[in-house]
């Protein structure tokens, strides 16, 4: 056994050793240690302001907490694995280091307040540096779409050719599901960016603190208002396990594709041999393992977001000890999801689409075939009266395996009479694509626009991202020196 817990006043003796072991939570919130101490530091400081610590008294605690806080981020400060957490530990270095001076810390405040204070600080600094690293991502895709804009490829439906469409249009499209992504994990900062310390065990606390002075110092956006759901809500970390279950689907989706791709049966794409791996048997092999890791992984972040929804739904108001749990959930998928993320931007800023291959893939299909219809269309025919005449006209070219360019204009004047050589300028696969050029479309004309919008919106976002980050910098260094 270690020194005493902080709530060993009731108790005869000291916890069980198994109890200890089953109750300690240092395996995960050593991760919190800094935020706990500059938390600690704001604290102290209004409690001086408002008379309840003496300038002394203030004055020895935060420049012993600033000593603790040089050994964090030194990663030299001694734990002691007989305090049951990262928050007893910095108040036992203070102790030893200030005297029975350090066991004022924790007037005012409960470690109920203190820990969601933590954990939201915590949060703030990730969910920044989740949008960041999307970013990061979005901007290799739309570097290889500008790059991509003439590289025509089957368009997907249920797995089945479709349409043509750009490869760089693809990606773009990968690149606005993510835009979402990075929205709302900055969105979510906003909601995580309140502050709960000062709200005690749960129902406040008789000194006269000044709330408002303390959530300043730590850069949230305002206190939170009431005691009781200031120490329950775990909203915000339901809510980032979300944003993290989200993007580790959208990268899920993109890995999917990159594996198939780069199967020969596509062949669409080489994989960098950096991002891949061989086989300890077949020498010829070339696997697709860090994509394949990006998907399994997605089902970890998603089991992260069921089990804090789970460890929430019954839950009476206010604090209970399954609220621990939280750290370990929340961390882990943040920090997977993360991981992938930038493994992505690896993959696709190294990988090369095989453009010749593409395109051949564009002749099988039939893909031109709503082109057909919608050059009939233009003549006057119904759309459902020209689905049916090219319908009959692909069924004609299966059987014959030939495709629809190929035709003689008599044969295609038997589908209908309204068909005439100006038929041949609609049907290339190039021209199916060029066409397309309505907000959104696949020509590159309207890809073009897509990628020049998407670049705005990241500059926009990184503004955003750097205006939070260095306002929280700014609170870390006037509490630090």
């Known amino acids: 056994m270690g020194q005493k817990a902080l709530w060993s006043g009731r108790y005869d003796g000291g916890m069980d050793d198994s109890t200890l072991e089953f109750t300690s939570s240092l395996d995960t919130d050593l991760a919190l240690g800094f935020y706990d101490i500059m938390g600690s530091i704001a604290h102290v400081t209004m409690l001086r302001d408002c008379g309840v610590l003496s300038g002394g008294d203030a004055g020895e605690m935060i420049e012993g907490l600033r000593a603790i806080l040089k050994d964090v981020k030194e990663e030299r400060l001694e734990i002691d694995c007989g305090l049951e ?178 199967s020969p049966e596509f062949g669409f794409i080489e994989m960098d041999d950096r991002y891949t791996t061989g086989s300890s048997m077949m020498p010829q092999k070339k696997n697709p393992d860090v994509a394949e890791l990006i998907r399994g992984r997605t089902g970890g972040i998603i089991g992260d977001l069921v089990a804090a929804l789970v460890l929430m739904k019954g839950l009476p108001l206010t604090y209970n000890r399954d609220l621990q749990e939280d750290k370990k959930i929340i961390m882990g998928s943040v920090h997977t999801a993360i991981q992938c993320t930038l493994m992505m931007s690896k993959i696709i800023s190294t990988m090369r689409f095989d453009a010749d291959r593409m395109s051949d893939l564009t002749k099988k299909g039939y893909i031109n075939a709503t082109d057909m219809a919608d050059y009939l269309v233009a003549k006057g025919m119904p759309f459902r009266e020209a689905y049916g005449a090219v319908g009959s006209a692909v069924r004609f070219c299966i059987r014959e395996k030939r495709g629809l360019e190929e035709l003689t204009l008599s044969e295609m004047k038997e589908f209908s009479g309204l068909i005439d050589d100006d038929v041949f300028d609609v049907l290339p696969i190039e021209k199916c694509v060029e066409r397309r050029c309505s907000l959104g479309g696949t020509s590159p004309r309207s890809v073009e626009a897509q990628i020049s919008g998407t670049l705005s919106s990241l500059t926009d976002r990184e503004g955003r991202i750097s205006r939070k980050i260095s306002a929280i910098n700014d609170c870390w260094n006037k509490l630090a020196d």
Not at 109 to 116: E, L, P, T
Not at 244 to 257: G, N, Q, T
Request: a negative charge.
């Open 85 to 262: 957490d990262i928050h007893t530990n910095i108040e036992h270095a203070l102790t030893m280091l200030k005297g029975p001076v350090g066991g004022k810390l924790h007037t005012g405040r409960s470690r109920n307040d203190q820990v969601a204070t933590d954990l939201r600080m915590y949060l703030r600094d990730a969910v920044l540096e989740a949008a960041k690293d999307i970013d990061i991502l979005i901007k290799t895709l739309t570097d290889l779409a500008s790059n991509s804009l003439t590289v025509i490829m089957p368009g997907f439906t249920h797995m089945q050719h479709a349409q043509p469409v750009t490869a760089a249009q693809h990606m773009m499209a990968h690149a606005f599901r993510l835009g979402r992504d990075a929205e709302r994990f900055l969105e979510s900062f906003e909601r995580i960016n309140v502050c709960p310390l000062g709200a005690g065990a749960l129902a406040g606390t008789t000194y006269p603190i000044d709330r408002k002075q303390t959530s300043d110092l730590l850069g949230f956006g305002r206190p939170t208002e009431n005691s009781m759901d200031s120490v329950s809500d775990r909203d915000f970390v339901i809510e980032t396990a979300f944003c993290a279950s989200m993007l580790a689907v959208h990268l899920s989706s993109m890995a999917e594709e990159l594996i198939l791709w780069s």
